[in-house]
């Protein structure tokens, strides 16, 4: 999934930049507020990581102006304002979680997910297609009770695929919730990481999962192409 993560402090930005990279995560950061508001209305994020105190604009105000333009991606607050007055500000201005700094990167990876649940009913911890397995959690791939090795960009790749299924999604798409801001949009790289894919999860003697749709782009899926 995309995130984008607004914080000023350069050495907390980068703590946090680090732990959702290592959880899969495309990470996009914002170093003002200008710059946050700027990026949450031009790109399709999952989740906005907003410091509260920032340069130009303040968390809260981001949040005011993009839900006034009907930007409703899930936001959580970071902050040294712990006060419970701070909270009901974050929240009444559109904000859908509030964590207080200090805090530990394993609660933040876990209140993304929760935020994530929230907003998609459907969503769980562990995705299926026929008998494809990924686990969100213990980031593990099975297909017919064997375990697949995947890297981080195949395991993001693969996520994508699978919580879109059976609808097929565009290059365009995959490229904006797989690889971050500064991906070169030109490159072949996505075909590439298909063919990477369709090696570990299409072997020889399985039913194939992973079609390409003339026009479209691709679908993880049981049926035929």
């Known amino acids: 999934m995309r995130i984008l993560v607004a914080e000023d402090v350069a050495k907390v930005a980068e703590h946090i930049r680090q732990g959702l990279v290592a959880e899969g995560y495309s990470v996009d950061m914002a170093a003002d507020g200008d710059e946050a508001l700027w990026l949450a209305e ?15 604009k303040d968390g809260f105000t981001v949040v005011r102006q993009l839900r006034r333009k009907q930007v409703m991606t899930p936001v959580l607050f970071l902050t040294a ?20 700094k200090p805090f530990s990167m394993a609660e933040l990876l ?42 981080r960009r195949e395991f993001a790749l693969l996520e994508f695929l699978m919580s879109a299924s059976p609808r097929a999604v565009s290059k365009t798409a995959i490229i904006e919730h797989v690889w971050d801001q500064h991906f070169d949009s030109q490159t072949n790289v996505v075909n590439v990481y298909i063919k990477f894919l369709r090696r570990k999860i299409d072997r020889p003697g399985w039913p194939r999962l992973l079609h390409t749709v003339r026009g479209v782009g691709f679908a993880l899926r049981e049926e035929a192409e």
Do not use: C, K, W
């Open 81 to 100: 304002l712990g006060e419970v007055e701070d909270r009901v500000r974050g929240l009444d201005a559109g904000g859908d979680d509030y964590l207080t």
């Open 42 to 56: 031009t790109n399709p994020y999952d989740a906005l990581v907003l410091d509260v105190m920032m340069p130009a």
């Open 110 to 151: 876990a209140r993304l997910r929760a935020l994530l649940r929230r907003q998609r009913p459907q969503a769980s911890n562990l995705l299926r297609v026929a008998d494809l397995e990924l686990d969100l959690i213990a980031h593990s791939a099975m297909r017919g009770g064997e375990r697949i090795e995947l890297t």
